[in-house]
């Protein structure tokens, strides 16, 4: 080609260099653009990789829900979350009021499809963690839907045109004329912002929860004593406490820096601990009570450590319900332990018989007996 174009004379050089430019051109203006993601989120569902799971390992996936922290945690957390986020979107219906006003039935099928497909163990504890996991994710996609497709329009109508595919039209228009272009749903909307903008002390810890965070430093807590044993009082003595670990993991922004508030906790919560170790000699209080001695006291709620952290009293212990669920739980380990031991007991007693009859046997041949 290089020495075809050579033997050409000069004025066809020009020619098919010009169109050679102009058909670069054209190729540039005509290319479509890169399309932009819209958000974190890959498409309408987060949970594809789980779809796939589902086929390739049918089982029940083992859930770790301590009912000293009522929520997920561990290996699997992730993937009990991402699944119920999907089947939420799937199964509950957005027009009504909150998930208190859920129609009973897409409650049963939705927490069906939960316990057929992972198992949570036994515990008192485990419907109001499965609970709070799912209004959670139907109120957080909520939320979703309004800030991408409703806010941002001008009038009722153009949020009505703004309908995202994967939502039923008549469930939308009810959101957008029954909801959130009610009047009295409008004002407590703007007294929520108003409340959200305004606190001082914001998480720095992303979409993961408290309890997992808390899990996370217990697990290390447990793996440090087992490294070394002989540490453990210079640990409890000199070691930073798991309240004080536990503010800086999701407090501290990743500049390295707190928010004014929480920074003026972090230095409370350090004094906290300085004057444990200088009265009692080591820091052996618990992260519930640390909290409560730093952020106060509220009834129901347990400041700082998320919902569905067990809650305690204002005298600092848990209240009954708690305490039931925990005796339970306790009860309930209790039975399972003794059954395996009484299973193993039963296995031995079997092959002692089976090894006495084969000696019997041996004996008998050689005429010992």
């Known amino acids: 080609m290089a020495s075809s174009s050579r033997n050409l004379p000069e004025g066809e050089r020009t020619i098919n260099l010009d169109t050679q430019s102009l058909l670069s051109q054209l190729d540039s203006t005509t290319q479509q ?5 819209q958000g974190p989120f890959r498409g309408p569902s987060r949970a594809l990789k789980y779809k796939k799971l589902r086929s390739t390992e049918p089982g029940k996936v083992k859930v770790h829900i301590p009912s000293s922290l009522g929520a997920a945690v561990g290996k699997n957390a992730n993937q009990f979350v991402g699944e119920c986020a999907d089947w939420v979107k799937e199964i509950c219906p957005l027009n009504v009021q909150s998930w208190n006003d859920m129609p009973e039935d897409a409650i049963d099928r939705l927490y069906s499809r939960i316990h057929a497909k992972f198992d949570f163990g036994e515990g008192a504890h485990i419907p109001k963690a499965i609970h709070i996991q799912c209004s959670n994710l139907y109120r957080h996609w909520r939320e979703r839907l309004k800030a991408d497709h409703f806010t941002k329009c001008k009038t009722l109508k153009e949020a009505e045109r703004a309908c995202p595919a994967t939502i039923d039209l008549t469930q939308w228009r009810w959101l957008i004329y029954n909801y959130w272009g009610n009047p009295k749903q409008r004002e407590k909307s703007e007294k929520n912002r108003a409340n959200a903008l305004s ?5 720095a810890c992303g979409s993961k929860s408290t309890a997992r965070i808390i899990y996370e430093l217990e697990l290390e807590a447990e793996n440090e004593q087992e490294v070394n044993e002989d540490e453990q009082e210079v640990n409890e003595t000199n070691g930073d406490p798991i309240y004080l670990k536990l503010w800086e993991k999701s407090k501290r922004h990743k500049n390295g820096k707190f928010d004014d508030e929480a920074e003026i906790k972090y230095k409370a919560f350090k004094e906290l601990h300085e004057k444990e170790v200088r009265e009692k000699g080591a820091d052996n209080l618990i992260l519930d009570i640390a909290y409560k001695e730093v952020l106060g ?3 129901g709620y347990a400041r700082g450590l998320g919902k569905g ?14 305490l039931e669920a925990n005796v339970e739980h306790l009860q309930n380990e209790n039975s399972m332990i003794r059954a395996e031991f009484e299973s193993h007991k039963l296995e031995a007693k079997k092959k002692q018989q089976e090894l006495e009859q084969k000696l019997q046997l041996i004996m008998d041949k050689i005429g010992l007996t």
């Open 309 to 322: 952290h067990p809650v305690l009293s204002k005298d600092g212990k848990k209240g009954r319900a708690e």
């Open 199 to 203: 606190k001082k002390i914001k998480s």
């Open 33 to 37: 653009p890169k399309k932009k993601r």
């Open 297 to 299: 006291y509220r009834s």
